[in-house]
C-alpha cells in the first residue's frame, strides 16, 4: 500500500521555514537514553554550528548562569514527576561568551503506564525582545506626562507612573487594579465612550481633549493620547495624559482678546462688525433699520491727564455698565479704543424708537460718576447713522455716523445729531488734506524718526522702528494719527509706503556704513498697501537699492490687516517669508490678532499694545495679560516686544516675564537718523 505524503512534507517544510524566520529553536529528549536533539536554530541559539557538537541535557545546563541553573533543573524535574508542562526564562551564556536571555518550553510524552518516554519543546533568544522592554519601562517611568497601561477587555489599570500622583493626586495604590470608572477620572461619561469609539474605531487616539478628576475633586482639563497595544499576547491600552488646564486657559483668555475690550468686557470692533452683518442681514429680511450709534465722551483726555489713567479706566468702566443699562440684549454695545463706544439698535421700526434710545444715553450717563472720592461729570457727543438710509455697509455707516458726532460736539456737546446729507463739511476737509498729503510727496516733506528698540536680557539695542511724519510747511511736525486715514482713504498710502520702505532700508544701510551696530530696520505696513500695491515688488526693490540684508527687515502688520483681503496678504506673506524678512504683529491684543491669525500667517514676533503695558505694576489684569501673551508666544517660539515702556520699573517687571524686547519713552523718543546715530554713540559708551 502506497501514501501520497507530498503535503505532510510541504506542511513540515512550511513549520521549519516559520521556526527560522522566528529564530525558535525546538529540541526533543530521550528520557532512557539521554539523547537530546536540537534543531539548528537551537544550535543557533547557543552559538554552535549545526551538528558541530553533540548536544546533552549536562550541556544545555552547563550554558545556563549559575544563580538561574538549579531553578531550571527543578522546573525540567517537577514536569517530569507531576505531569506539568516545563516553561522557564533565564540568563545564558553563548558558546562565545556572550550573555543573553533565553525562554524555554517543554511536554512531556509517557506511556500507557505515566513513564516518561520524551520531553520536547522550544528554545528562543530574547535578549533583544527584555532590552526593548527594559528602555519601554524606563521611558514609561521617565515621561514627563501621566502615563499608563490597561487590559483592554475590562479597562484595569495593570500599571501607572508616578506623574498620575503629581498631576491629579492619584497614588499608585490608588489605581493599580481598578477602572476609571471605579476611580471617578472621568467628568464626562460622553466624552468617554466618544474616546474609546475613537480608539478602537483606528487603533490609537491622538491629543482627545476632556475634562478628568483630581483625587481633590478638582477638575482639570486634560489632553489623552492613546495608542492598543500587545505585549505577551495580551491586548493593552497605552495611554499618555497631559494637563492643559493652564493652556486652555491661556488660549480662552486669549481668544477673548480677540473679540473683547479687556478694560471693560464689551466686543471690541472685530465682533461688532460680525454682529452688525448678521443685524443687516435679519432687518433685510424683516424690513427694518439698524441704527448704528457713535459715541464719543467729552474731555475725556482732561480726567485722564489731572486724574490718572486708573481713574479715567474706571470711568470708562462705569460708562459700559450704564451704557448696558439703556439698551436690549439684542443689541450690542462695542468699545472701539479710548473714549469711543459703538452701539447697534437692531430692528428699528421708526427713527423715534432711535431717538428715544439715543436721548436716554445721554441722560443716563450726565448723572456724576463716583471714582475714587472724586465726582466727575461725563458728558459725551453722538452721532446716529441708520442703514440702510445713510449707507450700505459698515465703513460707510461708520464715517457718516463719526460725522454726525463731530456735529453733536460742534452743537455744543452733551447731545447727539442724526447724519444728513448737509453734513459735509469733513468730507470738504478731507479733501483739502489729500490735495495736501500730494504736495508733501511732490516736495518730499515726509521724514522718518527712528525709535530703539532694546533687548531686555542684554541691555543692547537691537533694532530700530521707522515712524512716518509729516514737515507741512512751517507748521509742528504732524503724527501719522492725523493723515494716514487720508492717505489710505485716497490710496497714496501705497506711494508714501514705498517711499518710507526705500528711506528706511537706505537709512540701515548708511549707519552700518558709518561704523554702527547692525540694527534690524521695522517698518509699518498698511493693509491698503496689501490690496493696492505691489508690495512685494516694493520690499524686494528696496532691499536690493539699497544692499540690506533681507534679514534685517522687520514688516510691522498693523491691525486693519486682518480685516482685508486675507487670501491675498497670506500669499504675499509667504513670499516675504520666502525672501527672509521678518515678520511682526503689531498692537497685539487689542482686538485684531488671534491664535488662528497668527498660525495661518506665520509671523516671527508680537508686540503687546502699549495700552496692556503701561499698568502691569499696578494693574493685575494688566499684568495677567501680559504675561499670557508672553507665555502664549514663548510656546508658540515668537519674540515678544513690548511697546510704551516709559519706567525703569516697567523694564524690570516685562525682563521679568521673559518679554524679549522693550521700546519707550524710558530708553529714547523717536528722534531723526543723526540725532539717533549720536543717541546711540552716547548708549554704547553709558556705565
Same mark, same amino acid.
Given at each position: 500500500?502506497?501514501?501520497?505524503?507530498?503535503?505532510?512534507?510541504?506542511?513540515?517544510?512550511?513549520?521549519?521555514?516559520?521556526?527560522?524566520?522566528?529564530?525558535?529553536?525546538?529540541?526533543?529528549?530521550?528520557?532512557?537514553?539521554?539523547?537530546?536533539?536540537?534543531?539548528?536554530?537551537?544550535?543557533?541559539?547557543?552559538?554552535?554550528?549545526?551538528?558541530?557538537?553533540?548536544?546533552?541535557?549536562e550541556l544545555?545546563?552547563?550554558?545556563?548562569?549559575?544563580?538561574?541553573?538549579?531553578?531550571?533543573?527543578?522546573?525540567?524535574e517537577?514536569?517530569?514527576?507531576?505531569?506539568?508542562?516545563?516553561?522557564?526564562?533565564?540568563?545564558?551564556?553563548?558558546?562565545?561568551?556572550?550573555?543573553?536571555?533565553?525562554?524555554?518550553?517543554?511536554?512531556?510524552?509517557?506511556?500507557?503506564?505515566?513513564?516518561?518516554?520524551?520531553?520536547?519543546?522550544?528554545?528562543?533568544?530574547?535578549?533583544?525582545?527584555?532590552?526593548?522592554?527594559?528602555?519601554?519601562?524606563?521611558?514609561?517611568?521617565?515621561?514627563?506626562?501621566?502615563?499608563?497601561?490597561?487590559?483592554?477587555?475590562?479597562?484595569?489599570?495593570?500599571?501607572?507612573?508616578?506623574?498620575?500622583?503629581?498631576?491629579?493626586?492619584?497614588?499608585?495604590?490608588?489605581?493599580?487594579?481598578?477602572?476609571?470608572?471605579?476611580?471617578?477620572?472621568?467628568?464626562?461619561?460622553?466624552?468617554?465612550?466618544?474616546?474609546?469609539?475613537?480608539?478602537?474605531?483606528?487603533?490609537?487616539?491622538?491629543?482627545?481633549?476632556?475634562?478628568?478628576?483630581c483625587?481633590?475633586?478638582e477638575?482639570?482639563?486634560?489632553?489623552?493620547?492613546?495608542?492598543?497595544?500587545?505585549?505577551d499576547?495580551?491586548?493593552?491600552?497605552?495611554?499618555?495624559?497631559?494637563?492643559?488646564?493652564e493652556?486652555?486657559?491661556?488660549?480662552?483668555?486669549?481668544?477673548?482678546?480677540?473679540?473683547?475690550?479687556?478694560?471693560?468686557?464689551?466686543?471690541?470692533r472685530?465682533?461688532?462688525r460680525?454682529?452688525? *452683518?448678521?443685524?443687516?442681514?435679519?432687518?433685510?429680511?424683516?424690513?427694518?433699520?439698524?441704527?448704528l450709534?457713535?459715541?464719543d465722551?467729552?474731555?475725556?483726555?482732561?480726567?485722564?491727564?489731572?486724574?490718572?489713567?486708573?481713574?479715567?479706566?474706571?470711568l470708562?468702566?462705569?460708562?459700559?455698565?450704564?451704557?448696558?443699562?439703556?439698551?436690549?440684549?439684542?443689541?450690542?454695545?462695542?468699545?472701539?479704543?479710548?473714549?469711543?463706544f459703538?452701539?447697534?439698535?437692531?430692528?428699528?421700526?421708526?427713527?423715534?424708537?432711535?431717538?428715544?434710545?439715543?436721548?436716554?444715553?445721554?441722560?443716563?450717563?450726565?448723572?456724576?460718576?463716583?471714582?475714587?472720592?472724586h465726582e466727575?461729570?461725563?458728558t459725551?457727543?453722538?452721532?446716529?447713522?441708520?442703514?440702510?438710509?445713510?449707507?450700505?455697509?459698515?465703513?460707510?455707516?461708520?464715517?457718516?455716523?463719526?460725522?454726525?458726532?463731530?456735529?453733536?460736539?460742534?452743537?455744543?456737546?452733551?447731545?447727539?445729531?442724526?447724519?444728513?446729507?448737509?453734513?459735509?463739511?469733513?468730507?470738504?476737509e478731507?479733501?483739502?488734506?489729500r490735495?495736501?498729503?500730494?504736495?508733501?510727496?511732490?516736495?518730499?516733506?515726509?521724514?522718518?524718526?527712528?525709535?530703539?528698540?532694546?533687548?531686555?536680557?542684554?541691555?543692547?539695542?537691537?533694532?530700530?522702528?521707522?515712524?512716518?511724519?509729516?514737515?507741512r510747511?512751517?507748521?509742528?511736525l504732524?503724527?501719522?494719527?492725523?493723515?494716514?486715514?487720508?492717505?489710505?482713504?485716497?490710496?497714496?498710502?501705497?506711494?508714501?509706503?514705498?517711499?518710507?520702505?526705500?528711506?528706511?532700508?537706505?537709512?540701515?544701510?548708511?549707519?552700518?556704513?558709518?561704523?554702527?551696530?547692525?540694527?534690524?530696520?521695522?517698518?509699518?505696513?498698511?493693509?491698503v498697501?496689501?490690496?493696492?500695491g505691489?508690495?512685494?515688488? *516694493?520690499?524686494?526693490?528696496?532691499?536690493?537699492?539699497?544692499?540690506?540684508?533681507?534679514?534685517?527687515?522687520?514688516?510691522?502688520?498693523?491691525?486693519?490687516?486682518?480685516?482685508?483681503?486675507?487670501?491675498?496678504v497670506?500669499?504675499?506673506?509667504?513670499?516675504?517669508?520666502?525672501?527672509?524678512?521678518?515678520? *511682526?504683529?503689531?498692537?497685539?491684543?487689542?482686538?485684531?490678532s488671534?491664535?488662528?491669525?497668527?498660525?495661518?500667517?506665520?509671523v516671527?514676533?508680537?508686540?503687546?499694545?502699549?495700552s496692556?503695558?503701561?499698568?502691569?505694576?499696578?494693574?493685575?489684569?494688566?499684568?495677567?495679560?501680559?504675561?499670557?501673551?508672553?507665555?502664549?508666544?514663548?510656546?508658540?517660539?515668537?519674540?515678544?516686544?513690548?511697546?510704551?515702556?516709559?519706567?525703569?520699573?516697567?523694564? *524690570?517687571?516685562?525682563?521679568?516675564?521673559?518679554?524679549?524686547?522693550?521700546?519707550?519713552?524710558?530708553?529714547?523718543?523717536?528722534?531723526?537718523?543723526d540725532?539717533?546715530?549720536?543717541?546711540?554713540?552716547?548708549?554704547?559708551?553709558?556705565?
Amino acid at each position: 500500500m502506497f501514501h501520497d505524503i507530498t503535503d505532510a512534507k510541504e506542511g513540515k517544510r512550511r513549520m521549519q521555514e516559520a521556526a527560522q524566520l522566528a529564530q525558535v529553536g525546538h529540541w526533543e529528549w530521550v528520557i532512557a537514553t539521554g539523547e537530546l536533539h536540537w534543531s539548528d536554530e537551537t544550535y543557533a541559539c547557543f552559538g554552535y554550528a549545526p551538528g558541530s557538537i553533540v548536544p546533552t541535557f549536562e550541556l544545555y545546563v552547563s550554558h545556563i548562569e549559575p544563580h538561574d541553573r538549579a531553578r531550571v533543573q527543578s522546573l525540567v524535574e517537577r514536569a517530569l514527576e507531576q505531569d506539568t508542562d516545563y516553561h522557564a526564562e533565564f540568563q545564558f551564556h553563548r558558546a562565545d561568551g556572550s550573555m543573553r536571555v533565553g525562554r524555554a518550553t517543554g511536554h512531556v510524552e509517557r506511556d500507557s503506564r505515566g513513564t516518561p518516554i520524551t520531553m520536547s519543546g522550544a528554545m528562543q533568544d530574547i535578549t533583544v525582545l527584555r532590552q526593548t522592554e527594559q528602555r519601554f519601562q524606563v521611558a514609561f517611568r521617565a515621561s514627563p506626562l501621566a502615563a499608563s497601561i490597561a487590559q483592554t477587555s475590562n479597562g484595569l489599570f495593570l500599571e501607572v507612573n508616578d506623574k498620575y500622583e503629581k498631576y491629579f493626586g492619584w497614588t499608585r495604590e490608588d489605581l493599580i487594579g481598578k477602572t476609571t470608572l471605579e476611580v471617578g477620572l472621568w467628568v464626562d461619561q460622553a466624552s468617554r465612550r466618544a474616546w474609546l469609539d475613537e480608539l478602537h474605531r483606528h487603533g490609537s487616539v491622538l491629543d482627545f481633549e476632556s475634562q478628568w478628576r483630581c483625587k481633590s475633586g478638582e477638575i482639570r482639563q486634560v489632553s489623552l493620547s492613546a495608542e492598543l497595544i500587545n505585549i505577551d499576547n495580551e491586548p493593552l491600552v497605552l495611554a499618555f495624559i497631559q494637563d492643559i488646564t493652564e493652556r486652555k486657559a491661556n488660549e480662552a483668555r486669549i481668544d477673548f482678546l480677540a473679540h473683547h475690550d479687556p478694560l471693560t468686557g464689551l466686543p471690541n470692533r472685530v465682533l461688532f462688525r460680525d454682529r452688525f *452683518s448678521l443685524a443687516t442681514a435679519w432687518s433685510e429680511r424683516s424690513g427694518c433699520r439698524v441704527a448704528l450709534l457713535f459715541v464719543d465722551l467729552d474731555h475725556f483726555k482732561t480726567i485722564n491727564d489731572t486724574l490718572g489713567h486708573p481713574v479715567g479706566d474706571q470711568l470708562l468702566q462705569q460708562v459700559a455698565t450704564r451704557l448696558r443699562q439703556c439698551v436690549r440684549d439684542t443689541d450690542t454695545i462695542s468699545r472701539q479704543g479710548g473714549d469711543e463706544f459703538l452701539i447697534a439698535l437692531t430692528d428699528v421700526q421708526d427713527l423715534d424708537a432711535v431717538s428715544r434710545v439715543a436721548g436716554k444715553v445721554v441722560q443716563t450717563l450726565s448723572a456724576p460718576f463716583q471714582i475714587e472720592g472724586h465726582e466727575l461729570a461725563a458728558t459725551l457727543s453722538m452721532g446716529v447713522a441708520v442703514w440702510p438710509d445713510d449707507g450700505q455697509d459698515f465703513d460707510a455707516l461708520l464715517q457718516r455716523a463719526d460725522t454726525a458726532m463731530y456735529q453733536a460736539k460742534a452743537a455744543g456737546r452733551n447731545t447727539y445729531r442724526f447724519y444728513t446729507a448737509e453734513m459735509n463739511a469733513q468730507a470738504l476737509e478731507q479733501l483739502k488734506l489729500r490735495t495736501a498729503l500730494h504736495w508733501a510727496l511732490d516736495q518730499n516733506e515726509f521724514v522718518l524718526h527712528y525709535q530703539p528698540q532694546i533687548e531686555l536680557a542684554s541691555g543692547r539695542v537691537v533694532g530700530v522702528e521707522a515712524l512716518l511724519r509729516w514737515q507741512r510747511g512751517t507748521d509742528p511736525l504732524l503724527l501719522p494719527g492725523r493723515f494716514i486715514a487720508a492717505a489710505e482713504e485716497s490710496g497714496l498710502i501705497v506711494q508714501i509706503g514705498e517711499w518710507v520702505l526705500r528711506e528706511a532700508c537706505a537709512q540701515a544701510m548708511r549707519w552700518q556704513q558709518a561704523g554702527l551696530p547692525e540694527l534690524t530696520m521695522a517698518v509699518n505696513l498698511s493693509a491698503v498697501q496689501f490690496r493696492r500695491g505691489n508690495l512685494l515688488l *516694493s520690499v524686494t526693490q528696496a532691499l536690493a537699492d539699497s544692499g540690506l540684508e533681507p534679514s534685517r527687515l522687520e514688516l510691522e502688520l498693523t491691525e486693519s490687516l486682518l480685516l482685508d483681503d486675507a487670501e491675498q496678504v497670506l500669499e504675499t506673506v509667504r513670499r516675504f517669508k520666502a525672501l527672509g524678512v521678518c515678520l *511682526s504683529i503689531d498692537d497685539f491684543g487689542t482686538g485684531y490678532s488671534s491664535l488662528a491669525y497668527l498660525k495661518r500667517f506665520a509671523v516671527d514676533k508680537l508686540k503687546i499694545d502699549q495700552s496692556f503695558v503701561r499698568d502691569i505694576v499696578s494693574d493685575p489684569d494688566d499684568a495677567a495679560i501680559v504675561r499670557a501673551i508672553i507665555s502664549m508666544a514663548r510656546s508658540l517660539k515668537l519674540k515678544v516686544i513690548a511697546e510704551g515702556v516709559e519706567t525703569a520699573e516697567l523694564a *524690570s517687571f516685562l525682563n521679568l516675564y521673559h518679554c524679549h524686547e522693550a521700546q519707550g519713552y524710558h530708553y529714547a523718543r523717536p528722534m531723526p537718523a543723526d540725532e539717533l546715530a549720536a543717541w546711540l554713540l552716547q548708549y554704547q559708551t553709558r556705565d
